[in-house]
């Protein structure tokens, strides 16, 4: 399952960003999604999350109101608004499919990932 990762950019403190991860039809009916994050020399950090019936989300608390996930069933597609960022909000974001239907903190209970997407943000 290949999924296509975009909208990153370089920005100014303060700017927003939208990221869009498109999942293959049947992947994206079924299960979980989420957004992590990753800098050099760290492990890869849970951003936000969505099940798969778009009831429940789930943030970091350090982009708790600032940034908003959600899903449109009829682009197939995950969306990540970024507001107010941050220069520590600098990263390559991932989104990646959940094993089930709900999601988790941990990278090791996703099945797949996309190619991540660079988000650089100036001071």
């Known amino acids: 399952v290949q999924l296509q990762a975009s909208g990153g950019g370089l920005v100014q403190a303060g700017d927003s960003l939208r990221l869009s991860c498109v999942v293959p039809g049947r992947t994206f009916s079924n299960y979980g999604i989420s957004w992590f994050r990753q800098t050099p020399g760290k492990d890869r950090e849970f951003v936000a999350g969505i099940n798969r019936s778009a009831v429940r989300k789930y943030y970091a608390d350090s982009v708790q109101g600032r940034f908003t996930i959600s899903r449109d069933r009829d682009r197939n597609t995950v969306y990540l608004q970024m507001n107010a960022l941050k220069p520590e909000d600098t990263a390559v974001y991932y989104c990646?499919?959940?094993?089930?239907?709900?999601?988790?903190?941990?990278?090791?209970?996703?099945?797949?990932w996309g190619q991540g997407t660079q988000v650089t943000v100036s001071s």
């Open positions: 990646a499919v959940s094993r089930g239907t709900g999601v988790t903190m941990s990278p090791r209970e996703y099945y797949f």
